[in-house]
């Protein structure tokens, strides 16, 4: 874990061994107040967009979280509420 504020921020790093060339990522978690909810922010960085492989890794980690991770967070969310 690089960073963790209650309530606000998740910052953490992961690595991907597999690769030709390793590649570690750092994704980021941040809530924001707005109005009367919040809004999340997520990151995810460390991508050499210059590479093919990672561009494609980064590409599919966008619809990734987009398809799978946010939708399912909501889920939670919701009814946890």
Not at 16 to 24: E, F, I, T, V
Not at 47 to 52: A, Y
Request: overall charge positive.
């Amino acid at each position: 874990m690089i960073a963790a504020r209650p309530c606000a921020q998740l910052t953490y790093s992961w690595m991907y061994p597999q690769a030709g060339h390793p590649a570690r990522w750092i994704v980021d978690w941040t809530l924001h107040p707005q109005g009367r909810g919040t809004r999340l922010l997520l990151t995810q960085t460390g991508f050499d967009i210059e590479d093919r492989r990672q561009r494609m890794v980064r590409n599919a980690m966008e619809r990734s979280w987009k398809r799978l991770v946010l939708p399912r967070l909501g889920e939670v969310i919701h009814h946890a509420l």
